[in-house]
């Protein structure tokens, strides 16, 4: 049963174009695993967040309690930047002499707002909980940013990983050279401040060697436990949000190329709001009419994948009553679901 695979996995990511209900869908499912009793957290990555509007309740950076068995977390992108910069100054002023300090700040304050810097930051604390959350709770579910920054979010740790095997592999050439030198050095002189990076004895260089390669190989690690865990469809699912309009079937087609791109399960595929086809009146029917043409480009573009139909409510979602009702009307969908 599609609901079951949804919800026994261990990670689920929910996106889409923004606007399509991405988080009411994320949001529901999460009520519907923490009403079977399984501990859930859902988190969101967008930087306009709406979780805490939905569930009516105030939800910053550390986990919220919003329901039985089922907590909130809402990532703030600005204070997690901030937070990765003044670690990685922390980092790099116990490896440098005391004189490069300033530079450091300078040069780390100017990486703060460069194309990227927000979303690495962001998705260092996204590794985090998908590597740590298993410890903690049966579920994660992430709310995620729009189909493109999650497009970004994902192909960040190859290009991370890649980087910091780069890194790693100049440090092995760093210290031969660094011992070869030694050899060569004639007078026998222990290194001074002088230096950028020199310390006073080589115990402390190779101190400060073992520290760098340390901190490489932890981020590394974390990133490729990352990697692994979204491609494996017995962990990580991504069900896709859209409804039957053209803007979102066209960044839903771009987000599956990229997806099986990156080898990612995509669990399914949640048509939201579809409009109830007894309406009448002219406006209503030319609306009915166009959502027809759209729902079998759907089928056409998104073969293969299990389509979730969803019409739209009565009411806006939110707050606990209009949440239970959505994940009755998922649970109902998604049991009758179909591949397209």
Not at 103 to 118: C, F, K, N
Not at 187 to 215: A, C, L, P, W
């Amino acid at each position: 049963m599609l609901l079951t695979r949804l919800l026994d996995r261990r990670i689920l990511f929910v996106g889409g174009k923004g606007g399509v209900g991405k988080t009411s869908i994320a949001s529901s499912l999460a009520l519907l695993a923490a009403n079977t009793g399984r501990r859930v957290l859902i988190v969101s990555t967008d930087p306009a967040h709406s979780l805490g509007d939905i569930f009516e309740k105030s939800i910053g950076d550390r986990e919220v309690s919003l329901s039985k068995n089922l907590w909130g977390l809402e990532i703030d992108s600005e204070r997690e930047a901030d937070r990765h910069i003044a670690a990685v100054k922390q980092n790099m002023k116990t490896l440098v002499a005391p004189k490069m300090y300033a530079e450091i700040d300078r040069q780390l304050d100017l990486a703060r707002y460069s194309p990227g810097a927000v979303e690495a930051a962001v998705l260092e604390r996204v590794a985090d909980l998908m590597c740590a959350g298993d410890e903690h709770y049966d579920l994660v579910i992430f709310d995620t940013a729009p189909t493109g920054h999650t497009v970004r979010l994902l192909s960040l740790p190859d290009i991370i990983t890649a980087w910091t095997e780069g890194m790693l592999n100049h440090r092995d050439r760093s210290r031969r050279l660094g011992k070869l030198l030694d050899v060569l050095q004639k007078d026998g002189k222990e290194t001074s401040d002088h230096g950028m990076m020199d310390f006073v004895n080589d115990q402390s260089k190779n101190q400060r060697n073992e520290e760098i390669s340390k901190i490489l190989q932890n981020r590394r690690d974390k990133f490729q436990k990352a990697r692994e865990a979204l491609t494996d469809p017995e962990i990580v699912g991504f069900l896709l949000v859209l409804n039957p309009e053209r803007l979102p079937i066209l960044e839903s087609i771009k987000a599956v190329d990229v997806l099986r791109k990156f080898q990612i399960d995509i669990s399914g595929l949640v048509i939201n709001r579809i409009l109830p086809s007894e309406l009448t009146g002219d406006f209503l029917m030319d609306r009915l009419k166009q959502q027809s043409h759209y729902m079998n480009e759907i089928s056409r573009s998104f073969a293969g994948i299990q389509s979730i139909p969803i019409q739209l409510l009565e009411r806006d979602v939110y707050g606990t009553e209009m949440l239970e009702k959505l994940g009755h009307v998922l649970s109902e969908a998604i049991s009758s679901s179909e591949i397209l």
